[in-house]
């Protein structure tokens, strides 16, 4: 996900990543009872918190990821 800030005070533009296969559907967010559908692969506005819930879970992805590949290298073969 690329995050652009716009003039705009309340609403930054993000870029949610799109591969046409397993991530090609949109993405459905929710923040203390406000939501949103955001489209996958094309420049949108959000408002920040719905922002900082996709680069939070962007970052999570990549450290359970991290952990897994570890944990298969310690794994006897």
Do not use: W
Request: proline letters at 4%.
């Amino acid at each position: 996900m690329s995050v652009k800030h716009t003039n705009e005070e309340e609403l930054v533009e993000i870029t949610l990543f799109s591969d046409g296969g397993r991530y090609k559907d949109d993405v459905f967010v929710c923040v203390n009872g406000e939501s949103c559908l955001i489209r996958r692969g094309v420049p949108v506005r959000v408002r920040p918190q719905f922002a900082e819930v996709l680069r939070a879970s962007e970052e999570q992805d990549r450290l359970a990821e991290d952990l897994m590949r570890r944990a298969a290298d310690r794994a006897p073969a």
